[in-house]
């Protein structure tokens, strides 16, 4: 009988190898250098992104935005700023832009 073990190559978060070695589950694992390192929270970011896209209700959506937050903070840290100096930035877009709050949908502009 031959059997079949997973591969993942993928990013996790950090508890995630301790929580595998508590089911006496054999893994293996690597640290990342700081470019894969970015190149994967990418990655991540999109498939928690589709994760939320899916959600089905509330309780899930707001998961999935934790989790893509988390990974936010790590992009952040990744590219030497705080998540302070991010929502700095948002309110300084959101100042001369605006936000999203009046659900404004842009349907053509005449040329």
């Known amino acids: 009988m031959r059997i079949t073990i997973p591969t993942y190559n993928k990013l996790v978060r950090d508890r995630i190898p301790e929580i595998i070695a508590g089911t006496d589950k054999n893994y293996s694992t690597r640290i990342l250098d700081q ?21 089905n209700n509330h309780a899930e959506a707001l998961e999935e935005l934790a989790d893509l937050l988390e990974i936010i903070y790590a992009l952040a840290e990744s590219h030497g700023a705080s998540i302070e100096k991010v929502e700095e930035l948002r309110k300084q877009k959101a100042k001369k832009r605006g936000g999203f709050k009046e659900k404004i949908f842009l349907i053509e502009v005449e040329e």
């Open 35 to 55: 470019s894969e390192f970015i190149k994967e929270l990418k990655k991540k970011s999109f498939e928690e992104l589709n994760e939320y896209i899916n959600t």
